[in-house]
């Protein structure tokens, strides 16, 4: 399994982003797919998840729910992280991840990408 995050800048608060992961050798069906992220001198924090198979679930940290949007394509197999209405506390490096089951802990997650940076100014 290889992830690769892309889509990372810095931006204007309110601003948006999208981030994308390309994914090799994920079976969709059987992997949790997430993003994380890592603020300097913070712990790395669940931001969203998605898990297909019996349909779609989607889960959304409390800080970004309803202004961040995770979504997968299968045909690019690319999972991507639209982040809208951005706010200087967004700001962090940002990580693809994939694992078994959708945990809130980072390290559950079998497969990490490198991490992409967003900085948002105010």
């Known amino acids: 399994v290889q992830l690769a995050e892309s889509g990372g800048d810095s931006v204007q608060a309110g601003g948006s982003l999208r981030l994308s992961c390309a994914a090799s050798?994920?079976?969709?069906?059987?992997?949790?797919l997430g993003w994380f992220r890592q603020a300097p001198g913070k712990e790395r924090e669940r931001v969203a998840t998605i898990v297909t198979g019996r349909g779609t679930l989607t889960y959304y940290s409390a800080t970004v729910k309803g202004r961040f949007t995770i979504s997968l394509d299968n045909a690019k197999n690319t999972v991507y992280l639209q982040m809208n209405s951005l706010k200087p506390e967004d700001t962090a490096t940002y990580y693809c991840?994939?694992?078994?089951?959708?945990?809130?802990?980072?390290?559950?997650?079998?497969?990490w990408g490198q991490g992409t940076q967003v900085t948002v100014s105010s």
């Open positions: 050798g994920v079976t969709y069906s059987t992997y949790c």
């Open positions: 991840a994939a694992g078994p089951v959708c945990y809130s802990t980072p390290r559950l997650y079998n497969y």
